[in-house]
């Protein structure tokens, strides 16, 4: 199984960022794929989770509202859209896949996303 992001960048305060993860390897059909970060000197944070099968999704409450997880399944790929960013939104972000929420065993080499003013 591998897991390949892209879509980090650099963006101002206010705008907007679309992640994106494509998966390989194996079918993904009864797993849960999620988002996190690491901010400099934080721990690992949860954002974001989407059931690959049927598409049931969970935020954490410091993103609902302005991030949203949402899946391709043709194309193996799962996306995070990242709205109203803020500097404190600055962080490597990972995606990372697993039988069940919270129980995640392939991670991805993660994605930069820098928020300036």
């Known amino acids: 199984v591998q897991l390949v992001e892209s879509g980090g960048g650099s963006v101002q305060v206010g705008g907007s960022v679309r992640l994106s993860c494509v998966a390989s390897?194996?079918?993904?059909?009864?797993?849960?794929m999620g988002w996190f970060r690491r901010s400099p000197g934080k721990d690992r944070e949860f954002l974001a989770t989407?059931?690959?099968?049927?598409?049931?999704?969970g935020y954490a409450d410091s993103v609902k509202g302005r991030f949203t997880i949402s899946r391709d399944n043709a194309k193996n790929t799962v996306y995070l859209q990242m709205n109203d960013l803020k500097p404190e939104d600055t962080a490597v972000y990972y995606c990372a896949q697993g039988p069940r929420h919270p129980s995640y065993s392939v991670w991805g080499q993660g994605t930069q996303v820098t928020v300036s003013s």
């Open positions: 989407i059931d690959w099968n049927e598409g049931r999704t």
């Open positions: 390897g194996r079918t993904f059909s009864r797993s849960y």
